[in-house]
């Protein structure tokens, strides 16, 4: 298996355009999350799927942000607009089922954000 | 919410010996516990994990300690290696919630 995949790897924008961060999960895995990484505030969830449905969007910083996964092998993450302090290291991750979220997570290798 | 908290420290060492990183967490619910390893420019890379009804669990050259008394977590790598090198974090997470990460703690392994 190739992992989860994300694309593309870097991004840059200028303030105000329309961002989207792809990601596709492991073949099978039921759950699907988006983080964002910066060095002030480390690891934050933004918000997880299971079987395509969001659970808890309460990491979505604000509305400017929005995620939709269309079928069990996609999933975006859209800024729009973006934001200087947008930028950032995305991370989509995805786990098998167990019942529940609480279950190991495979990290993709990330999209490294920068709005000027 | 209550979080997984770190000092951040920087830990260096020198190729061959041990490395214990620590980590404190905080919610007294969290019942399932996971070290991630993230080299520079990668995702976080799953280690090891370890659920509250146990103490202690061993990996390949890894092993997590859980103290659930102080809400205290640690990683021990025997023989570190130049491979090593990397932020490391710890998170935590209870029963039907979502993970907890701390914000890491940097590895450097001195030749």
């Known amino acids: 298996d190739a992992g989860v995949i994300q694309s593309p790897r870097h991004e840059v924008t200028e303030m105000g355009q329309e961002v989207t961060l792809r990601c596709k999960p492991i073949?099978?895995?039921?759950?699907l999350f988006w983080y964002r990484q910066t060095m002030m505030r480390g690891l934050e969830l933004l918000i997880y799927?299971?079987?395509?449905?969001?659970?808890?969007d309460s990491g979505m910083p604000e509305d400017r942000f929005s995620a939709k996964m269309p079928n069990a092998s996609f999933s975006t993450l859209k800024i729009q607009p973006s934001e200087p302090r947008d930028s950032a290291v995305y991370f989509c991750?995805?786990?098998?089922?167990?019942?529940?979220?609480?279950?190991?997570?495979?990290f993709g290798p990330g999209t490294r954000l920068l709005v000027l | 919410g209550e979080s997984v908290g770190l000092h951040l420290p920087t830990l260096s060492v020198q190729e061959g010996d041990n490395s214990i990183i620590n980590c404190a967490y905080s919610n007294s619910a969290s019942d399932y516990f996971i070290w991630y390893k993230q080299e520079s420019g990668k995702g976080p890379q799953f280690i090891i994990d370890?659920?509250?009804?146990?103490d202690k669990r061993q990996g390949q050259r890894v092993t997590v300690l859980l103290n659930k008394t102080v809400k205290h977590l640690s990683l021990q790598i025997a023989a570190t290696q130049p491979g090593d090198s990397a932020v490391y974090f710890c998170a935590e997470a209870n029963y039907g919630q979502n993970f907890v990460f701390g914000p890491g703690t940097r590895l450097s392994v001195l030749p």
């Open positions: 073949s099978g895995h039921d759950y």
């Open positions: 991750a995805s786990s098998p089922n167990s019942g529940s979220a609480q279950e190991t997570q495979y």
């Open positions: 799927f299971n079987n395509n449905v969001p659970i808890d």
């Open positions: 370890i659920r509250s009804n146990m």
